[in-house]
């Protein structure tokens, strides 16, 4: 069973920079997709950025040009670095791993940018 462990979120102010990380143990990590998700209070989970094993990305159109996911697929590691940030990007974020039909969500990391 996928196991997804992050790290790095917190506070930061408006114009300032966090990299998130989230290792992932438990399964075969080969064409797969892993990414971040985050959900403000009072509104829906969307997607931020995800990135598949062999590097094909995709991002949300608010984070464009301000964030940028990688990845380590020999640490099994995906990162989001996140700069300009903007008090609109505070929210919790989750990673998310998705292999053959199947989800697995972190338990998420607070990101707060103050104004």
């Known amino acids: 069973q996928v196991q997804l462990v992050e790290s790095g979120g917190g506070l930061v102010q408006a114009g300032g920079s966090l990299r998130l990380s989230c290792t992932a143990s438990?399964?075969?990590?080969?064409?797969?997709?892993m990414g971040w998700s985050r959900q403000a209070p009072g509104k829906p989970r969307e997607l931020v950025a995800a990135?598949?094993?062999?590097?094909?990305?995709n991002y949300a159109d608010s984070v464009k040009g301000r964030f940028t996911i990688s990845r380590d697929n020999a640490k099994n590691t995906v990162y989001l670095q996140m700069n300009s940030l903007k008090p609109e990007d505070t929210a919790v974020y989750y990673c998310?791993?998705?292999?053959?039909?199947?989800?697995?969500w972190g338990q998420g990391t607070q990101v707060t940018v103050s104004s």
């Open positions: 990135m598949s094993t062999i590097g094909t990305t």
């Open positions: 998310k791993f998705s292999r053959r039909s199947v989800d697995v």
């Open positions: 438990g399964s075969t990590f080969s064409f797969s997709v």
